[in-house]
């Protein structure tokens, strides 16, 4: 991560406004386009998607939740769980 320029790393899940197939496909094409986002699930629950984001710093990930994820329409709520430190991680 560190020679990639990543030094904050979070995990956000996203609630739709809609559970519609057309607001799924936009919100999974946002993500597809947004190299910050390094994993997104579809998840059973009270939300849709779990993000994996990962970015240079706090400032970074407050421009992509506001700049990015803040402004898709069919998004609903946000709530971010910011990564303190990583114990096991078996893909590092």
């Not at 995990?11 to 994993?39: C, D, I, S, W």
């Not at 939740?65 to 078996?90: C, E, F, R, W």
Request: charged share 20%; with cysteine.
């Amino acid at each position: 991560r560190g020679a990639r320029g990543i030094g904050f790393v979070a995990y956000a899940t996203v609630g739709l406004n809609a559970h519609t197939k057309a607001a799924q496909q936009a919100f999974e094409r946002a993500m597809e386009t947004a190299p910050e986002v390094v994993e997104c699930h579809n998840i059973t629950g009270a939300v849709e998607y779990l993000l994996r984001i990962e970015v240079a710093d706090l400032p970074a990930y407050k421009a992509f939740h506001t700049d990015v994820i803040g402004t898709l329409p069919q998004v609903n709520a946000i709530t971010s769980y910011v990564v303190m430190g990583s114990p096991k991680d078996a893909r590092a």
